[in-house]
């Protein structure tokens, strides 16, 4: 007796722990290929590669929150919604810089190109597929910007 109560009560921490996980991985429900952490490889200012750009910047995506981040840097987080072909991001939760010094907080890193101190960006999203994705977003001085990304790692 002692023997099925351990294996029923192992049982129920394994389907309960089981069920925490899918929930927390897939919070909000099903995003698809937007799971995950994905990597910013190339920037692209009118088709020419942003000479700048150093491919440090890292985006995350789960239920209807995102986080960016410049890798061994500050991050930010915010909500994130698409419709269409346009993923809209709002840097509306701030961590790291914002927190530590306001003064010096860009809503988005700048290597990004958007306007400065915007928290909401809307992004043509040109393709998506479970290993890759592409935004355009036409800029304050009227660039057209590539953004080529990966899933991470």
Same mark, same amino acid.
């Given at each position: 007796?002692?023997?099925?109560?351990?294996? +029923?009560?192992?049982?129920?921490? @394994?389907?309960?722990?089981?069920?925490?996980?899918?929930?927390?991985?897939?919070?909000?429900?099903?995003?698809?290929?937007?799971?995950?952490?994905?990597?910013?490889?190339?920037?692209?200012?009118?088709?020419? !590669?942003d000479p700048d750009y150093e491919a440090n910047?890292?985006?995350?995506?789960?239920?209807?929150?995102?986080?960016?981040?410049? +890798? !061994?840097?500050?991050?930010?987080?915010?909500?994130?919604?698409? @419709?269409? !072909?346009?993923?809209?991001?709002?840097?509306?939760?701030?961590?790291?810089?914002?927190?530590?010094? =306001?003064?010096?907080? *860009?809503?988005?890193?700048?290597?990004?190109?958007? =306007? @400065? *101190?915007?928290?909401?960006? !809307?992004?043509?999203?040109?393709?998506?597929? *479970?290993?890759?994705?592409?935004?355009?977003?036409?800029?304050? *001085?009227?660039?057209?910007?590539?953004?080529?990304?990966?899933?991470?790692?």
């Amino acid at each position: 007796m002692k023997i099925i109560y351990k294996l +029923l009560l192992f049982s129920a921490i @394994a389907l309960a722990a089981s069920f925490g996980f899918t929930r927390c991985t897939q919070a909000d429900g099903y995003i698809g290929p937007w799971f995950g952490t994905w990597h910013i490889e190339q920037i692209l200012i009118d088709g020419k !590669e942003d000479p700048d750009y150093e491919a440090n910047i890292v985006i995350s995506f789960q239920g209807k929150i995102f986080k960016c981040g410049i +890798l !061994e840097s500050a991050e930010i987080y915010g909500s994130w919604e698409y @419709a269409g !072909e346009v993923l809209t991001l709002d840097a509306g939760y701030k961590t790291g810089t914002a927190v530590d010094f =306001p003064h010096l907080f *860009n809503p988005f890193p700048m290597a990004l190109h958007f =306007p @400065a *101190n915007v928290e909401q960006i !809307e992004i043509t999203v040109v393709s998506i597929n *479970n290993r890759t994705m592409e935004w355009q977003y036409i800029d304050q *001085n009227g660039d057209l910007l590539t953004y080529k990304l990966r899933k991470y790692p």
